[in-house]
């Protein structure tokens, strides 16, 4: 057998999902059975079957990958229950193999795949998808990008009428229908908590207080996940802001970005100016614009 | 003192693998180690906190890099990305060398993130040492490939699993990272004596060692990372030791880890065996 023969024989059985009790299938890929399926080319020992043998590198394959879902969607995971979560998490692998070379991106195409896969949210399909999408963001504000920050004195040199600010590429802008920035608040409460009770009872009480969140009414909020001092935080900010900011990502000018943002505003006219100032000087304190780039600043 | 071609011609000591629960420990109390293992794709990202602690350190420590991804036996061509974010830190880290694993683990573009054993045929000691000549062309920075543990074996094998490791340093031209832990593991599993392999291995190629734990089950050893080292292996280490001289130890622990203390102390139990050596050098 080739090398490469050889390694697709035994990748495909190594990503093979397991059975409901964590063991290899004894159906083979091919549909023939797994023993045979092994022996062809995996020698036994005098202790282990050449099926047992190859079941040691299926049961890593999945324990590892479970587990690096799970500690990056925590929240999506209380949403449906360990199980289903679990469940829906082999689907999702299975359609949607790791194609980097780093876990870090497992779940890139959760969001994507989970919207065309609605049976495994049901009802709370709106909600998880909400939680996928902050959970996401989280991961990529983390180790995303950060420019040097814009400085008041960097817009000296720039006409206001044509500007167009940048945003940090770390920072993510969502639309949500749901309170899900207090629910992975809720989800994480009792990780950081180092009271002396027992493991049970905290699982239990962190179940109560996550299902209270996730019954509460579709909310829409809207978020910016952000890194500040190189901890991630979800700001929740007006429709405005989220409108302004998203223009800008868009590469939107700055005046062009506001007019758009403010045309179906409820906000009385003459609130208007103090409330953008006021925006403004947040993000900048935030460091969310990034120095300009002089040729593509002005256009 | 230089030990070889192979390892940046440096006398490294004993160093440690760095693990986010010691961030803060190393940032604030500025241990003595004599340097630090980098896990390359921790690293391999845009911005934020991971890359602030890795400068930090770099300020103050040595760094080298160690990668789980490269998958040089693998039978497809190298991921341009991954290349092309392993240079950026090794530009960032001035890592003397890098290291990455004699296994497999991605096919067709899809990777299982396992360290998957090799066949032991020419053909694939050809594409693998082809691949590494490949990435440290492109790195600009010597290549160490490391012996993994293993739990399976091929019928087509046509070698050993030391002679296939032999047969692609030689043809790669490369360093051998030489995990003990590693050869005990798999000498347990595949039922051969760990010493043949330890004095079988090209000694002038050793560019580093890894010590660690392992699990033991009923009928197979796991390497699991998650014990001290046990006695048997460090008698392994020993004789590599006597064999290749003086070489940049390490020890990995990477579950239930420990506080750095303990950890470090583990890895300094190293210090027995080379100042033995240093002492039959000297006389």
Known sequence: MKLLQL???????????????????????????????????IKPNDRLTSFERLEIYNR???????????????GLRSVLGGRRFDAMCNAYLVDCPSRSFTLRNLGSRLESWLGKHPEWAGSKQALALDIVRLEWAEIEAFDGKAEPALRPEDLNTLDPSSLRLELQPHIRLLSLHYPVDDLLLEVRKDDSDTDFASNTFQERRKRKRVQAVAKLKPADIFLAVHRFDDSVYFRRIEPEEFAILSALRKGKPLNKAIETALRNTSMPLEERPAAVQGWFKNWAALGWFCKPDKKAAVS | MPANRFNGFTDYGIGIGLRAPHYHHILTRKPVCDWFEIISENFMIDGGRPLKVLDSILDQYKVVQHGVSMYFGSAEKPNREHLRRLKELVKRTKTPWVSDHLCWGSIDGRYTHDLLPMPYTFEAARLTAQKVREVRDFLEVPVAVENVSSYAEFHVSEMNEWEFLNEVVERADCGILLDVNNIYVSSQNHSFDPFTYVNSVRAERVAQIHIAGHSKYRKYILDTHDHPVIDPVWKLYQRAIQRVGHTATLLEWDDSIPSFQEVHNEALKANRFLSSTLLATAV
């Open chain 1, 60 to 74: 890593q394959y999945w324990l590892r990958l479970f587990s690096s879902m799970i500690e990056d969607f925590p």
């Open chain 1, 7 to 41: 390694q697709r024989t035994m990748a495909r059985a190594v990503m093979q999902p397991l059975t409901p009790s964590e063991r290899m299938q004894r159906k083979a890929p091919d549909g023939k059975s797994m023993r045979e399926y092994a022996g062809r080319f």
